[in-house]
């Protein structure tokens, strides 16, 4: 799965979130004005996958670089074989 971190992170999500066991690619946008960055980083650390990646990068919500789209693709392409 590929996601973007951010947003409240209520604490059941957090426990729900060992659960799950898939690759995992997340992105992050650094200085995202609406979200708690370190919220989005206790939900990375809570998901029990044993192949997780974070990309951070600068920048607000909407300023997620166009590499990263194109990373989310060969990571899809890597695990949909």
Request: charged share 20%; proline share 4%.
């Amino acid at each position: 799965a590929v996601l973007f971190a951010g947003s409240f992170v209520p604490a059941i999500v957090l426990q729900e979130a060992r659960q799950v066991r898939i690759p995992l690619l997340v992105l992050l946008q650094w200085d995202d004005e609406g979200n708690d960055r370190q919220a989005s980083l206790d939900l990375f650390d809570a998901f029990g996958s044993t192949e997780k990646t974070l990309h951070a990068n600068l920048g607000g919500h909407t300023g997620v670089p166009q590499f990263e789209a194109d990373e989310g693709g060969r990571f899809f392409a890597r695990h949909l074989k």
